[in-house]
Structure formats: structure tokens, C-alpha cells
């Protein structure tokens, strides 16, 4: 037997549901849990489907404290965010030839063998395609700007608070450097695509131009071989026709048909020559 309260209770802290115990419900048990454990797989692919994508950060930082403070509040906030830790510029640049497929580097922007925007400087020299982020204690206005213009995707001041905000930051820069990816990607696949779509319309061209000189070339023969061809013939009918005597009707309707023929043959064959003719 149940109760109410017990019912909702349970179904409250996430019981997929509630049966008491008669002979109608036992029957019904196995349809009841066929469908809690497809609930259940449908709610965790769900909730996989819905997780952030990991995430493999080069931190740059020299000093133990902020990278310690960093990393706490990534694993409260945003534990997909795994981090590569370097203190210089030259260990990140290590790091980087070893591991070109960092998803973002977020550096300091004051470092103890240069700084974040050398660091950033020499990254793009090498020809690695990474989004940056810089960090600094103390901002100014013209650092955000060379910052921005070499290439960083942000430029954060180091502010009360700033580390709830630097997960979205990182986010934000990564997607929008996906999204440059995949924009020149697409570009790409476009120039492509229209210089195949080029080379096919003049391959038609020329293919259409070569079968008209054919078309060309064919009509001509046709008109100038068997046209003087057959009118040789002709000629040579007429030839014959004025030595037959009168007498001789048999042959002079023979040849007068025969006339009739060629006569009939050289319209057909002027005709296939203008239709081979490419028109004008």
C-alpha cells in the first residue's frame, strides 16, 4: 500500500515512478520498467549532448598565486578547461612546438623573459594559428590596442571578480576563431567551387567550338567532293544525251531518270551542308 506523500515524495527526488504491490501492477512491471530505463538513457544522452566541449589551454603566468587562484576557481566554475602551465615565454613556446593544438593561450601580459605580446608576436612568426587572450594587472589603453591588432582575441585587466568572467571570455574567443576557421574554410570550398564552375564553361566552350569546326570541316567536304562528283555526272549525261540518236528512247529515259537522281542528290547534299553549318 502507498500513501500520497510517500508517492510524491519519491517522485520528487527522482524515482521514474511509483507502483504498490497488487497483481495488476506486477503484470504491468515490465512494460513499467522498459520504459524507466529508456527514460533514463534519454536523459543522459541528453545531458552528454549538453556538455561543454573540453577545452586545452596553454596558462602563462609567472606567478604561483594566480595560477593557483586560476585553476581553483576553473575547477569550481569550468572544469572542462585543462591547463599547460609555462612561467616563460620560451617554456610556452616550448610547449607550443611540442603541442601545436592548443584550443587558446592565455597569457600574462608581463612576463620574466619578455612579454605576452612578444609571446604573441612570436607564436604568429612561427606559423601557429592559436587565439590569445592577455591578462595584466594593470591595463592601459594603448597595450589593449597593439594587443588587439597583433591578433589577441581579448585583452583582460585583472579586476575584482575578473576570474567569474574569464571562462566566457575564453569561450568567446575560441568559438570566434572556430568560426574565422570555418569562414575561411567555406571561402575556400567557394573560390573552389567557381574556379571548377570556370574551367567547365570553357571546357563547353571550346568542346562546342571544336565540334562547329567539325560540323564545319564535314559540310565542306560533303559540298565540294560529292557536289563536283555529282555534277561531273550530270555533265557527263548531258555528254551522252547528245550523241544518242532518236531511236535510241530506252537509253535517253535511262539517262533522263538518271538526271532526275543527281538532280535530287545534289539538293539533299546541299541541304546536310547547311545543316552542318554552325549558324552565325
Do not use: C
Amino acid at each position: 500500500a502507498g500513501s500520497e506523500e510517500i508517492v510524491v515524495q519519491a517522485l520528487r527526488i527522482g524515482a521514474s515512478d511509483y507502483i504498490t504491490k497488487n497483481q495488476h501492477n506486477i503484470d504491468a512491471l515490465p512494460e513499467v520498467l522498459r520504459k524507466a530505463i529508456y527514460e533514463f538513457q534519454l536523459k543522459r544522452s541528453s545531458e552528454e549532448t549538453l556538455l561543454p566541449s573540453p577545452r586545452s589551454i596553454l596558462f602563462v603566468e609567472k606567478y604561483s598565486a594566480e595560477i593557483e587562484n586560476t585553476l581553483n576557481k576553473f575547477k569550481e566554475t569550468a572544469p572542462h578547461f585543462s591547463f599547460t602551465l609555462a612561467s616563460t615565454t620560451q617554456e610556452a613556446l616550448s610547449h607550443i612546438e611540442k603541442t601545436p593544438s592548443f584550443d587558446l593561450i592565455l597569457t600574462d601580459l608581463r612576463l620574466p623573459d619578455g612579454s605576452g605580446l612578444e609571446l604573441l608576436r612570436e607564436v604568429k612568426h612561427r606559423g601557429f594559428h592559436i587565439p590569445f587572450i592577455i591578462i595584466t594587472g594593470r591595463g592601459d589603453e594603448e597595450t589593449a590596442v597593439a594587443a588587439l591588432k597583433l591578433g589577441a582575441y581579448d585583452y583582460v585587466v585583472k579586476r575584482d571578480n575578473y576570474l567569474a568572467q574569464l571562462p566566457y571570455s575564453m569561450e568567446n574567443a575560441i568559438s570566434r576563431y572556430q568560426l574565422q576557421i570555418l569562414n575561411t574554410k567555406l571561402n575556400e570550398e567557394l573560390k573552389e567551387r567557381k574556379a571548377a564552375e570556370d574551367a567547365l564553361r570553357k571546357l563547353s566552350v571550346y568542346l562546342q567550338s571544336i565540334r562547329e569546326e567539325e560540323r564545319t570541316s564535314i559540310a565542306r567536304e560533303i559540298h565540294d567532293e560529292l557536289g563536283q562528283a555529282l555534277t561531273g555526272l550530270k555533265m557527263d549525261l548531258v555528254w551522252m544525251t547528245k550523241r544518242l540518236t532518236t531511236d535510241q528512247t530506252i537509253l535517253t529515259d535511262k539517262i533522263i531518270s538518271m538526271k532526275k537522281i543527281i538532280d535530287e542528290t545534289i539538293q539533299t547534299v546541299r541541304k546536310i551542308a547547311t545543316e552542318l553549318r554552325p549558324s552565325s
